[in-house]
């Protein structure tokens, strides 16, 4: 089964088209496999302008650290 991932673009991207910005998409854990939601949960971002492309995957604990830091 095949499930469209939902991206959210980053609050500090511009107004141009053409502006430099990522999307981040939450990746829940799959039931069967995990023993806990921050066991495997992860995030995912990608290039808003190469959507087809790549994606970084990051911890979740990894990608809170990382928001705190630059809040």
Do not use: N
């Amino acid at each position: 089964m095949s499930h469209a991932r939902s991206w959210r673009k980053s609050s500090y991207s511009g107004p141009q088209g053409d502006s430099a910005c990522v999307e981040v998409s939450l990746a829940a854990p799959a039931a069967s496999f995990a023993p806990s939601a921050s066991d495997s949960a992860a995030a995912l971002v990608r290039d808003s302008k190469a959507t087809r492309g790549d994606a970084l995957v990051f911890s979740i604990q990894a990608w809170r650290a990382f928001v705190a830091s630059v809040a």
